[in-house]
């Protein structure tokens, strides 16, 4: 299918960051994935806050480990389960995540994930710390920390990641000021909404936030907004007006933290076709004052996967953004490339802008 120019221009330096750039945090296990990255400047840095996603060692043939978090004595510690690959029960054919065959439902994921912290001064050349800055710790982490958006309000930074568990997939919250401390506040949102991107500032005395519930009876897994009084208890739930086109018509989602422009709220979102599950980035202006409200949208991706790092991987055929920095009238999307390495792609405003179709 011939594919009209997307605006965003991929650095050359791809992929920016490697799963072979890092230790495990876990004895004996191996880093396979450091993806999908919360996104922040702070003190002339660029910081990411990776989420680096370990697998346990292999099993014998004809089996698989699976980590999950278990306690002990009041300590939360990394364990690891074998599985028979010839148990009925169990459909292992995603190579992400377990399925119970009686229950319908998913009840392992084959890797653990955590977040940590990577530091660059140009932006694309970046070290990434030994240790995790935030772990799994509780019941309702007990599959791992994932997907990390930091949103910058004065002098805090606010990181909404999802936690994952056999409770289900939710979103929780933490905030820290030198990106050395962190202070976790919890789970924010209710299983199972995630892809929350929380605003930069507060719109008519409130904080709001895009969400993407995933309805299992009635309606369809896209996007919705809300606000918040405190950041911590969340209402005026609404679906977002967003118009749908082929490359986002299984689902869509938030995906950088909404960018204020003088026309409106630049939002930057994900979306997978129904044909092939091929993950896009769109992009979306909403109203400064009224962030339910859909000014414009892109008919067509501003960024879909078509380099071999982004086609081949843990998960093949994905581009998917958790985080952008506005420098000088130019976008710069950091972005996860096929569940596996981290890309950047740069775009001006301008080209984005002229991307988008009024409504």
């Known amino acids: 299918m011939k594919r009209i120019p997307a605006p965003f221009i991929r650095a050359k330096e791809n992929p920016l960051v490697t799963p072979d750039m890092m230790t495990p945090w876990q004895k004996g296990f191996q880093v396979v994935c450091a993806f999908n990255a919360g ?7 660029v910081i990411l806050l990776l989420r680096v996603a370990e697998k346990p060692p292999q099993a014998p043939a004809g089996f ?14 990394v364990t690891v389960q074998t599985l028979s690959l010839n148990d009925p029960r169990y459909d292992f054919s995603d190579p992400r995540k377990i399925l119970d065959r009686e229950k319908g439902n998913y009840v392992f994921l084959t890797s653990i994930s955590h977040l940590r912290l990577a ?17 799994p710790d509780c019941a309702m982490e007990a599959f791992g920390t994932e ?13 909404n990641y999802t936690a994952v568990s056999h409770h289900g997939i939710t979103t929780a919250l933490a905030e820290t000021k030198d990106f050395v401390s962190v202070r976790k506040h919890g789970i924010i949102f209710q299983t199972e909404a995630r892809d929350v991107c929380i605003f930069p500032q507060k719109i008519q005395g409130k904080y709001w936030a895009l969400t993407r519930p995933v309805p299992k009876q009635i309606g369809e897994a896209k996007i919705w907004v809300c606000a918040s009084p405190d950041m911590l208890h969340w209402g005026e739930f609404q679906p977002l007006d967003l118009p749908r086109f082929s490359w986002d018509g299984a689902r869509n989602g938030g995906g ?6 003088e026309k409106g709220w630049l939002v930057l979102y994900h979306g997978a076709d129904r044909a092939s ?8 202006l909403l109203a400064k004052d009224d962030p339910a409200r859909v000014l414009a949208v892109s008919p067509e991706p501003v960024l879909y996967a078509e380099t071999d790092y982004e086609t081949s991987g843990f998960y093949p055929n994905v581009v998917f953004s958790c985080g952008a920095l506005l420098k000088n009238d ?16 740069r775009a001006k405003k301008t080209d984005i802008m002229s991307a988008l179709r009024y409504l």
């Open 39 to 45: 996104v922040a400047q702070y003190g002339g840095e």
């Open 64 to 77: 698989v480990n699976v980590p999950e978090l278990t306690e002990e004595n009041g300590q939360w510690q």
């Open 119 to 135: 530091r660059s001064l140009d932006g694309v050349h970046f070290s990434v710390e030994d240790q995790p800055f935030i772990i």
């Open 147 to 159: 997907d990390a958006r930091i949103t910058q309000i004065d002098d805090t930074y606010y990181i």
């Open 256 to 261: 950088a933290v909404p960018i204020l422009t």
């Open 277 to 284: 599950n091929r993950y896009s980035m769109g992009a979306a």
């Open 330 to 345: 130019e976008v710069h999307m950091y972005y996860g490339a096929a569940d596996r390495v981290m890309g950047l792609a």
